[in-house]
């Protein structure tokens, strides 16, 4: 007798395995953490916690999200763990979805974005496709994606829920704050949230100074000069020459060179 071979099978454990619930941080971290605009969150983590540039606001300009991931990661093209997502997430979770970028399949599309509102998810973070945009604009839903398809997804598995994950080349694990907005996508991670918040703050008043004597006009760059002299760099001034005027060509000459 004929039988599918056992590697078609699903295996129990790494691959195929669902968390229920992980730690968070405390809201007052979360909600201080979205007040910042994620460039200078982006800046304070040393530029290394933002998600590729791929990934971005598919929905309405003003959406944002600011809460704890809940992680979710599948076979490209499949979303059966995004489906089971909805009933593992707390409200104002931020579901991060870890396609592998894939540019095939969607992983959800408005069906799924309704019923995350109606369970009070903060939003969804995809690395990879989406579909039934005209449909999800409606639902003043907050989506961030690598784009577009009119492919649907499969719903067989493999994937997990609350393990990490990689995210637009960003490792995420449950809990890690996500920021995100028009600008870009931010993971931070979640040990360093509250020290992270403290440097933005006392940052804050600095940058709002400085930003307020550019506008006026006030600001130089001899920092810049500073940079250059410290690696030796060459810079090359016009040297002065004598200007001459070119002689006039006579007559007979143009004559002569018709």
């Not at 109606?118 to 039934?132: K, P, T, V």
């Not at 550019?214 to 002299?229: I, K, T």
């Amino acid at each position: 007798m004929s039988s599918r071979p056992r590697s078609a099978e699903m295996h129990p454990g790494p691959g195929f395995r669902v968390k229920l619930d992980f730690e968070r941080c405390e809201p007052e971290t979360i909600q201080g953490l979205g007040k910042f605009p994620t460039p200078d969150i982006s800046d304070q983590l040393n530029r290394l916690y933002a998600v590729d540039s791929s990934i971005r606001l598919m929905t309405a300009d003003h959406h944002a999200l600011c809460g704890p991931a809940l992680t979710v990661k599948v076979f490209p093209g499949d979303n059966l763990m995004v489906h089971k997502a909805l009933d593992v997430a707390k409200p104002g979770d931020v579901v991060v979805v870890d396609a592998g970028g894939s540019q095939g399949n969607a992983v959800l599309g408005d069906i799924i974005c309704r019923k995350a509102k109606h369970r009070q998810i903060a939003g969804f973070i995809i690395d990879g496709l989406i579909r039934d945009v005209p449909e999800i604009l409606p639902l003043d839903f907050p989506v961030f994606a690598q784009g577009t398809t009119a492919i649907g997804p499969l719903h067989r598995g493999p994937g997990e829920i609350n393990f990490p994950i990689c995210c637009g080349g960003v490792v995420t694990n449950p809990g890690d704050i996500v920021v995100a907005d028009s600008a870009g996508v931010v993971i931070v991670p979640q040990e360093v949230a509250l020290e992270l918040l403290q440097k933005l703050k006392s940052n804050q008043a600095r940058m709002e100074t400085y930003v307020q004597a550019v506008d006026r006009g006030e600001f130089s760059n001899d920092w810049v000069d500073g940079v250059l002299r410290e690696n030796n760099c060459p810079v090359i001034h016009p040297v002065d020459r004598p200007r001459t005027v070119p002689a006039q060509p006579t007559l007979e000459k143009d004559v002569i060179n018709t």
